[in-house]
């Protein structure tokens, strides 16, 4: 008789319960396994930054952050703080209000005042020119006559060319330096003829290479000849009466220095206007020797007032 085939134990035995327990921890101890072993690899591939370079990355993050934010801002405050001086726009309202009849010697003979008018326009711009090369270290009554005698005389380049030395020197005396003056026209003039075709120079670079022309000259020249504001024409009474205001951040030697100290921060559309201002202002009022402070509408406000 054969034997019978033996029956699987039965799962609600105690034996099949023991079975069923060994594998379980069996599985629990692979699963563990392999999850240290893909910590291990990821550890091993990238590790972690510590705390503090974690902090450190952050910081200098912040940092770049906070200079650019910085910069930007002192950049802007420094647009905001420009340097101007203090109640200048008073100060200039009340010199327009103290020049407002236009009764100043320069007003009546100064360069604008010189010139014939109905000339071609390169013969207006080279008498322009001249009157502004005799108005250095000299009156405006004393310019205008000479300018006046001049223009009777002939006051073109061919004509000046013609001239002798003698002769012009007659007809500009008594101008400050005029026999230099005669040196410097006569050159200036040649050149014109060979160089520019009888007309002037339209740059304050060309201006200024001319034989007795200085930046004043220059920048008044291109104001008045050709109507183009390239710079402030500082003359003794600009020059003066600037730093009497202080309008400069700290005084001033020359006129030149003069001139780069106020356009740092005078707004550009009042560079024409503030030569005719200050001429007039200081041929009345404001005078190198003795000002008539009492009659000055800036005395309570002029820092120079108190000494005068």
């Not at 990238?46 to 990355?57: D, I, L, Q, T």
């Not at 005799?134 to 061919?158: F, I, P, Y």
């Not at 004043?216 to 205001?245: E, Y």
């Amino acid at each position: 008789m054969c034997a019978a085939a033996p029956h699987p134990p039965r799962s609600g035995g105690s034996g099949g319960r023991m079975v069923t327990r060994q594998l379980g921890r069996a599985a629990a101890a692979a699963a563990a396994a392999a999850a240290a072993a893909i910590r291990s690899r990821a550890h091993s591939t990238a590790p972690v930054p510590s705390k503090s370079s974690r902090k450190g990355k952050k910081v200098n993050v912040l940092y770049d952050s906070l200079e650019g934010g910085i910069a930007e801002k002192e950049e802007t405050d420094s647009k905001k703080l420009k340097w101007e001086p203090g109640n200048w726009r008073q100060q200039l309202e009340n010199i327009r209000e103290m020049r407002r009849n236009k009764d100043a010697p320069v007003d009546q003979m100064g360069a604008e005042k010189c010139f014939d008018s109905s000339a071609p326009p390169e013969v207006m711009r080279y008498q322009v020119l001249l009157s502004l090369m005799l108005s250095s270290q000299t009156k405006d009554q004393v310019t205008s006559a000479a300018m006046l005698r001049l223009r009777e005389h002939g006051l073109t380049v061919d004509n000046v060319l013609q001239t002798d030395d003698v002769t012009l020197g007659q007809l500009i005396y008594p101008v400050g330096f005029w026999k230099n003056k005669v040196k410097y026209i006569k050159q200036t003039t040649a050149i014109l003829k060979q160089q520019y075709g009888s007309d002037i120079p339209s740059t304050v670079k060309e201006l200024v290479n001319l034989p007795g022309v200085g930046p004043k000259m220059a920048h008044l020249v291109m104001d008045i000849a050709w109507n183009n504001v390239t710079g402030i024409g500082v003359d003794t009474h600009v020059h003066r009466i600037s730093n009497r205001l202080k309008w400069a951040k700290k005084e001033t030697k020359t006129p030149e220095e003069t001139r780069v100290a106020l356009e740092d921060w005078l707004p550009r559309d009042l560079w024409s206007e503030i030569n005719w201002l200050l001429v007039g202002f200081g041929q009345q009022i404001c005078l190198p020797v003795n000002p008539r402070c009492r009659e000055c509408l800036n005395r309570h406000i002029c820092p120079a007032a108190k000494r005068c």
